[in-house]
C-alpha cells in the first residue's frame, strides 16, 4: 500500500533523451521531490545511446505543421543540449538531384523563414569546394550533432541518489484519489505521485494503455553502420567536410592511426521491426545510399564495415511526437513518438514542459486541454495550433477511447 516515504511531487519513467528533458523542465521549476525510474542498470541504455544524433531543421515544400515546428525546435536544441553540441554545419542533399534549383530552394527557404546565415542553397560546383562533395544541397551552418548517451549521462549525474531508481521495472499505472499509482512486474506498489510523465519509445505504448489509453505507435529498426577506409582509396578522395544528410546520413570521417578513417553512416528505416542484432545487408544499404550521395566513382569493397549501433526508433503515424498532458487524465503527461529527431523534439519538450508546469503551479490546477508554450515560444512561432498538434488527443476521440483519429501533418 503507498506510504509518504515513497509519495512524489513528480515521477518520470525513463531516463533516456526523453526522460531527461523533462527532468530538465521540473528542476526549471523547482520541482525537488521526483523520482526517475528506469528498468536498466543507468540511464541512455537504448535508442538513447548512440553519440551521433544528427540535428537540423526539416526542409518541406511549404509551412506543414512538421517544417514550423523543426524551425522551432532546432533553435531550441541548440539551447537545451548546448553543452553536448558538435559539429560544424550539416548539408542536406534532397532525394532527387535533378529537381535541384538553387535559386527555387532560395525563394523556398525565404518564405519558411530561414536567412542566409541559417541556410545556404549550394550547386553542385560550389559544393565540391565548400563541402567537398558535387552535389546539389543546402547547407545549414549551425546544424550539428548530439551524443544523446553523453547528455544523459550529464543530467543524471546531478541527481541526488534517493532521486533515481535503476532496475526497476513498471508494469502498471493507474489514478486514485491520492494521486497516481505505478507498480512494478510483481505487483507490487513503488511509488504515487501528483504528476506522472511517460517519457521514452515503445515501452509507453504498453503503460499507457494499463490506464486505459491506446497509443498508434509503432517501431523502427534503425542500424547506424561504422566503417573504415583508407586515406588514398576512393573514398578517401570523396570524404565530406561536413555532416551530411539525405537517403542516408552521415558525420564527417574521423582520421585515426596509420591514414585510416573511421565514417558513421547510416541509418536504415525497418518498420514494424524490432529486431536490435546486427544485419550484414543494413552495412550493404547505407554504404550504397551514402554512395550515391556522394555522387563519386566509388569502390565498394574499399570500404568496409567494423561495428554498428541499432536502435528501435518509436514513430506515430503523422511524423509528429506526442508530448504534453494527457486530456481527462490530471497529472498525466507524455513524451514519446520521437523517431529519428529525438534531439529537437526533446528540445522543445523541455522548454514547453517547463512553461506548461510553471503555469499548472501557478493556478494550483491541473490543464490537460492544452500544452502552454509560453510568451517566449509563441514569439518564435509556436501558435496554439502547432502546440496542440503534439498532444496525444489528437489520437483519442475521448480520454480513452481506442479509435484513433489521423491528422495531415
Not at 55 to 84: D, M
Not at 304 to 327: E, T, W
Request: with cysteine.
Amino acid at each position: 500500500m503507498p506510504s509518504s516515504k515513497n509519495s512524489y511531487d513528480a515521477v518520470v519513467i525513463g531516463a533516456g533523451i526523453a526522460g531527461s528533458a523533462i527532468v530538465k523542465s521540473l528542476k526549471n521549476n523547482q520541482i525537488s521531490n521526483f523520482l526517475v525510474i528506469d528498468k536498466a542498470l543507468g540511464p541512455a541504455t537504448q535508442t538513447s545511446a548512440h553519440g551521433e544524433a544528427l540535428c537540423h531543421p526539416y526542409i518541406g515544400r511549404g509551412a506543414s505543421r512538421l517544417q514550423r515546428l523543426t524551425f522551432i525546435a532546432f533553435n531550441e536544441a541548440k539551447a537545451v543540449w548546448a553543452a553536448n553540441w558538435c559539429g560544424s554545419g550539416v548539408f542536406h542533399l534532397p532525394r532527387n538531384q535533378d529537381g535541384f534549383d538553387k535559386n527555387i530552394m532560395s525563394e523556398r527557404l525565404l518564405a519558411q523563414g530561414f536567412n542566409s546565415e541559417m541556410a545556404n542553397p549550394l550547386t553542385a560546383s560550389e559544393a565540391k569546394e565548400k563541402i567537398g562533395i558535387a552535389a546539389g544541397g543546402t547547407f545549414f551552418p549551425e546544424g550539428g550533432w548530439v551524443n544523446l548517451q553523453q547528455a544523459c549521462q550529464d543530467v543524471f549525474e546531478e541527481l541526488l541518489p534517493e532521486q533515481k531508481s535503476w532496475a526497476t521495472e513498471v508494469k502498471s499505472i493507474h489514478q486514485s484519489k491520492d494521486g497516481w499509482q505505478i507498480y512494478g512486474s510483481a505487483n507490487q506498489h513503488i511509488a504515487t505521485s501528483k504528476r506522472l510523465f511517460l517519457a521514452g519509445g515503445l515501452g509507453v505504448k504498453n503503460l499507457a494503455k494499463t490506464a486505459g489509453i491506446e497509443l498508434p505507435l509503432k517501431p523502427v529498426r534503425g542500424q547506424l553502420s561504422r566503417f573504415t577506409f583508407s586515406k588514398d582509396s576512393s573514398w578517401g578522395e570523396a570524404k565530406p567536410k561536413v555532416a551530411l544528410s539525405g537517403k542516408a546520413y552521415c558525420l564527417p570521417p574521423q582520421k585515426m592511426a596509420d591514414d585510416q578513417y573511421e565514417w558513421v553512416v547510416g541509418s536504415t528505416y525497418d518498420e514494424e521491426v524490432d529486431d536490435l542484432s546486427v544485419w550484414p545487408d543494413s552495412h550493404d544499404e547505407n554504404r550504397a545510399l551514402i554512395k550515391e550521395m556522394l555522387n563519386h566513382e566509388l569502390v565498394d569493397a574499399e570500404l568496409k564495415p567494423i561495428g554498428a549501433f541499432v536502435g528501435i526508433r518509436c514513430v506515430a503515424s503523422d511524423r509528429l511526437p506526442i508530448m504534453g498532458p494527457v486530456l481527462n487524465q490530471p497529472g498525466l503527461y507524455i513524451l514519446t513518438s520521437l523517431g529519428s529527431r529525438g534531439v529537437m523534439w526533446s528540445a522543445l519538450a523541455s522548454q514547453m514542459f517547463t512553461e506548461h508546469l510553471a503555469e499548472e503551479l501557478h493556478h494550483s490546477a491541473f490543464f490537460d486541454t492544452r500544452f502552454f508554450a509560453g510568451a517566449r515560444l509563441a514569439a518564435a512561432g509556436l501558435t496554439a495550433d502547432l502546440a496542440g498538434a503534439l498532444l496525444a488527443a489528437r489520437f483519442l476521440a475521448g480520454a480513452s477511447n481506442s479509435k484513433p483519429i489521423f491528422p495531415s501533418a
